[in-house]
């Protein structure tokens, strides 16, 4: 099982460019774009690579600052969210990272923050070193859709990271429409899994089709009996009608077959889910798989209904892209 450096981590990075993250304005960041920040890979260094600008750096960094105040970025979250936990990654940043940093929030239903808007700290501000990763708990179930993110008085970052919970209006949602309930745009999330040495559990529910087989859900090689699996809760509870299990990119690596249990939980700690998901009724009973493609099940769909988690189980070991889930809101 894949370690965390913090309890958080768990929880879906709502600052990922993958989920349209992105910076409406900066301050400054003429050493390097503000929208580095947002890459879901781990910054990297170049060494010996200059632009027009300076040294080229993978992340935000502002000029030196020669007069009062701090610089800043707002930014639009791909999803909104309540926030567990941020990272604030200073990697490869040595003698020009910002001594401090901050994290403000605000929730906009439609459009975009002005000079009205009223912001609400949810990081004080923090003392940063250099090269280093900076993990904080934030204790706030609010939903947030932008943040403005301050470093003082200027510098760079390499990485922002933002675990939380996605929120969704599920009120105009329409009963009768078919949507993906496991998509993280949708609200989401994977809560465990048996394995995840090549790549995150959570890359399954990312919106579009994986960009290589590092952007899916990837375990190293079973020497033990068994099989491995992941546990998924979805955005709101419906009525699965249609499952896509994609191995795009999975050539010598994906799983031979695949089934998926599913219950109606109330309650529990993901945990005692985890422990419950053994004993899961089965909505999809075991299917071979294919290199490369996806898969597109609905007539082997066994009527539940509804239902609120899902268990991906995977024969014995391998990689998987995507996984979707669509079906209509529990009435």
């Known amino acids: 099982m894949k370690t965390y450096a913090a309890p958080f981590e768990k929880y879906l990075n709502l600052a990922d460019a993958r989920l349209g993250t992105k910076a409406l304005s900066v301050t400054d960041d003429w050493f390097a774009d503000v929208n580095r920040l947002f890459q879901p890979t781990p910054a990297v260094w170049k060494e010996g690579v200059f632009d027009d600008n300076g040294k080229w750096m993978d992340g935000w960094e502002s000029r030196r600052k020669r007069f009062e105040g701090y610089d800043s970025a707002v930014i639009r979250l791909g ?21 401090s940093a901050s994290l403000e929030a605000c929730f906009i ?14 990081l004080p ?9 900076h993990y904080h708990a934030v204790a706030d179930d609010r ?8 470093i003082y008085p200027d510098g760079g970052v390499a990485r922002l990271r933002v675990y939380g919970i996605p929120h969704r209006d599920w009120s105009a949602q329409s009963a009768d429409e078919q949507i993906d309930l496991a998509s993280a745009l949708n609200g989401g999330r994977a809560l465990a899994c048996s394995d995840e040495h090549y790549g995150s559990m959570g890359n399954l529910l990312n919106p579009g089709r994986g960009v290589n087989m590092g952007d899916g859900w990837e375990t190293a090689r079973r020497r033990t009996p068994g099989n491995d699996w992941v546990i998924i809760a979805l955005g709101h509870p419906g009525e699965i009608e249609r ?5 795009l990119h999975f050539k010598g ?3 031979d077959s695949c089934s998926i249990q599913a219950a109606f939980v109330k309650g529990g700690t993901d945990s005692q889910i985890e422990t419950q998901s053994l004993f899961w009724r089965e909505l999809l009973p075991s299917q071979k798989l294919q290199m490369h493609q ?9 009527k539940l209904g509804p239902i609120t988690h899902v268990r991906l189980n995977v024969f014995p070991d391998g990689g998987v892209s995507r996984l979707r889930l669509f079906g209509k809101l529990a009435k």
Do not use: C, M
């Open 143 to 150: 939903p947030w859709t932008h943040l403005r993110f301050n």
């Open 294 to 302: 996806e898969h597109e099940f609905a007539e082997q769909i066994v």
């Open 125 to 133: 501000a923090v003392e940063l070193q250099g090269n280093s990763h």
């Open 109 to 122: 239903a439609e459009g975009d923050p002005d000079d009205a808007t009223e912001w609400t700290e949810v």
């Open 243 to 247: 499952i896509v299990v994609d191995t």
């Open 253 to 255: 690596n994906y799983p």
């Open 79 to 99: 999803i909104a969210g309540s926030i567990k936990g941020v990272d604030i990654d200073t990697s490869h940043f040595t003698g020009n990272y910002p001594p």
